[in-house]
């Protein structure tokens, strides 16, 4: 597997993020996004908005319908599937269940911090990897 060490996404795409965890609150909210890993940059071309089954404000998950869908869609165009999710009242960084979560699903993943404002990225190899985050 290629290890992506880069998000890029549009200004577009990161403000229809930071305006879904916003209408999420207090909840955490969450979103599939896929792109494509050219040369160490995972460059995100779609994002699609899911509901967080959980309704809470410090977990989430994505219901099995949202998966099939965003997978089949991935899967259809050759696209490859990052995770974002949205931590309403704490920092950017993976929590104990997100790092469970990390190692099922070791794909790219995007964490907003509605405290913050800030959007960060990791991924799961033999421990946590910080990515760069670039709003294109
Ligand atoms: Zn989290």
């Known amino acids: 597997m290629t290890v992506q060490r880069e998000i890029a996404l549009s200004r577009e795409h ?6 879904h965890a ?3 609150e207090p909840n955490e909210s969450c979103a599939i996004l896929l792109g494509s890993d050219k040369a160490g940059t995972f460059s995100i071309s779609d994002v699609i908005i899911t509901e967080n089954a ?3 404000p410090s977990t989430f998950s994505i219901s099995g319908q949202d998966l ?8 259809r165009r050759g696209l490859e599937v990052a995770i974002f999710h ?7 960084y993976p929590s104990s269940t997100d790092r469970r979560y990390m190692e099922v ?8 911090s509605n405290v913050s404002g ?3 990225a990791y991924i799961l190899e033999s421990d ?8 294109l």
Not at 129 to 135: A, D, Q, R, T, Y
């Open 86 to 92: 949205s931590h309403p009242a704490s920092a950017p």
């Open 22 to 24: 916003k209408k999420c």
């Open 54 to 56: 959980d309704r809470s």
């Open 118 to 120: 800030e959007m960060r």
């Open 105 to 112: 699903n070791p794909v790219p993943w995007l964490i907003y």
């Open 68 to 75: 099939i869908r965003a997978y089949g869609e991935s899967e």
């Open 128 to 135: 946590i990897i910080p990515l760069g985050v670039k709003v």
């Open 14 to 19: 990161e403000s229809i993020l930071r305006q």
